[in-house]
């Protein structure tokens, strides 16, 4: 069976040779700029073998950098008070999006690539919805959509259901990776040191954040940023906060790996 596996993965290395490989992010108001989703094309860039096409949705293209495709918010009808959150990722799941078929790699904006993403492309090619497994909540079925491999209008349900009621989804909901992983019908979780959370995975816990430096296992593929520190943050040894009692244990040293990865 191992052999056969391997055999396997190496087929399907050697068919993705010289094939396009398309990634998309989505960008939308100040919370992240052109600087994000410009590093983010770096970081693509430099951890693949293959062609790749960046696809960034945004309502400002303002400074991107020209090897990135730049194409309008999916259209979405969401309430008020969602209607610039993470919700809005679920545009992303409609029958169809412009310009774009096949599989796709969603990344989040405040991600730190540190190895090849062509494995991402070669994982469970049957799979139609690739994610990483919740770090917070594991074994409960939920999938972190920080990453996520997706094919084009296969679940095109998620999409649909949030609009059947989009008042009555997102106040049933604690949020939208939740509601994804309870609508669609099938999901497959990455390899769990492929993806791993800086806050939840790596950092030492309390009190030896103060003292250890944040690690990077060799196995990493993606370090995920939920929440704060951002990756520009925690390289510099700075955990934002406005409640000054927090940083009794809100604390991150300075991390060299974030600056040699993150650029």
């Known amino acids: 069976m191992a052999v056969e596996r391997a055999l396997g993965d ?32 770096s970081m693509l860039s430099r951890n693949t073998s293959r062609p790749l096409r960046l696809v960034c949705f945004t309502d400002d293209a303002s400074e991107l950098r020209p090897e990135i495709e730049a194409m309008p918010l999916p259209p979405i ?16 799941w409609q029958r169809e999006l412009p310009g774009l078929e096949g599989d796709v790699l969603f990344f989040d904006l405040d991600v730190v690539v540190t190895g090849s993403i062509d494995p991402f492309f070669d994982f469970e090619p049957e799979a139609s919805y690739c994610v990483i497994e919740n770090w917070t909540q594991m074994g409960k079925g939920i999938g972190n959509t920080s990453v996520f491999r997706l094919r084009i209008g296969a679940h095109s349900e998620v999409y649909d259901t949030l609009m059947a009621d989009p008042a009555g989804t997102v106040g049933k909901f604690r949020n939208s990776q939740t509601f994804a992983s309870r609508t669609i019908s ?78």
């Open 77 to 92: 009808d969401l309430p008020p008070s969602h209607q610039w959150k993470t919700w809005r990722k679920i545009s992303l």
């Open 186 to 263: 099938s999901m497959a979780y990455w390899p769990a040191d492929w993806c791993v959370s800086f806050k939840h995975t790596l950092m030492p816990r309390w009190p030896m954040n103060f003292i250890k430096t944040t690690p990077l296992p060799e196995e990493t593929r993606v370090v995920c940023f939920t929440g704060l520190p951002n990756p520009d943050d925690a390289r510099d040894g700075i955990w934002p906060t406005k409640q000054r009692w927090k940083a009794i244990y809100k604390h991150v040293r300075p991390t060299p790996w974030i600056a040699e990865h993150w650029r």
């Open 10 to 41: 190496c087929r399907r290395r050697a068919e993705g040779i010289g094939r396009v490989q398309t990634a998309i992010c989505i960008k939308w108001g100040t919370g992240y700029g052109a600087e994000y989703a410009n590093i983010l094309y």
